[in-house]
């Protein structure tokens, strides 16, 4: 996904200036789907562990609280 500045502006963020031009963009994500197992072993493999998942019904959409293994 990409956002488009509608107008010359700065934005600050945390101490940081960052100028954009209208119509300039900027990259604010990449979008993957995933099931709640196959986070949970990406999770794994990058060393955390799974500490609670919330999910919609459906198991469509969830959110991972994820802590450092060990």
């Known amino acids: 996904m990409h956002l488009v500045s509608t107008c010359a502006q700065k934005a600050c963020v ?9 119509g300039e963009t900027i990259h604010t994500e990449n979008s993957y789907k995933y099931s709640v197992e196959e ?3 990406l ?9 609670q998942v919330w999910t919609d019904p459906d198991e469509l ?7 450092v293994s060990g």
């Open 39 to 41: 986070f949970r072993e």
């Open 14 to 22: 945390d101490g940081h200036s960052f100028r954009f031009e209208a």
């Open 61 to 67: 959409f969830s959110v991972h609280c994820l802590r």
């Open 43 to 51: 999770g794994v493999l990058a060393g955390y562990e799974v500490e």
